[in-house]
């Protein structure tokens, strides 16, 4: 008797070789994107120092990372449904990791928020397309609940990233960004 894998308790027994390839690339670029927040926010007060910058400035380092979703996530909606979803994907992860990491090494505050404007557009690129590629691999219940173990890892990314990324703070402020660099061999993998 074979054990109860997460997969299973969300209905997502038999399935063909290509979802059983795509659908964990697709959750863990899901995760991913999570770090952009969660990963961070304890950091923040670790920047005042180093940077000589105000409690309400270090606000800016999620605006300008939240930001460009507003106007370029259903742009980057149409760009995938006229050249691709794989592709974007690549894409905006790829951005996502060497923004995010480029981050570590910025020489100045400006330089952080740039640097966190360009991982914004990464975050862009591939925030609704996690959603999307979850029904476009999944059909009827197998669907819900694909999009349930979604929910269900973010939901586990939301317990575990904060504290993770508070003790790296505790290290250094730039520790936590040196994370995202684990993010740019996904890029790679999802590259068609």
Same mark, same amino acid.
Do not use: H
């Given at each position: ?6 997969? =299973? ?5 038999? =399935? ?10 697709? !959750? ?6 999570? @770090? ?18 105000? +409690? ?5 380092? @999620? ?17 995938? +449904? ?71 890892? +973010?939901?586990?990314? !939301? ?14 402020? !730039? ?13 790679? =993998?999802?590259?068609?």
């Amino acid at each position: 008797m074979r054990a109860p894998s997460l997969a =299973l308790l969300f209905g997502l027994g038999e =399935l063909a070789p290509v979802q059983r390839r795509a659908l964990p690339l697709v !959750y863990a670029s899901s995760l991913a994107l999570m @770090m952009g927040v969660n990963l961070i926010q304890p950091a923040l007060p670790a920047m005042i120092e180093p940077f000589g910058v105000t +409690d309400a400035a270090l606000g800016m380092v @999620m605006a300008v990372y939240t930001a460009p979703a507003i106007v370029l996530s259903p742009l980057f909606g149409v760009v995938a +449904d006229l050249y691709g979803r794989r592709l974007l994907l690549a894409f905006g992860l790829i951005l996502f990791s060497l923004g995010g990491t480029a981050v570590a090494f910025a020489p100045s505050f400006g330089w952080i928020l740039a640097l966190r404007a360009v991982q914004g557009i990464g975050f862009s690129a591939v925030i609704p397309l996690t959603v999307v590629l979850i029904g476009d691999l999944l059909e009827g219940s197998k669907e819900v609940g694909g999009q349930g173990l979604k929910v269900f890892l +973010d939901r586990v990314g !939301y317990l575990i990233l904060p504290p993770l990324g508070g003790l790296l703070a505790a290290i250094a402020w !730039y520790w936590p960004f040196l994370c995202y660099i684990l993010v740019l061999p996904l890029g790679i =993998l999802v590259l068609p």
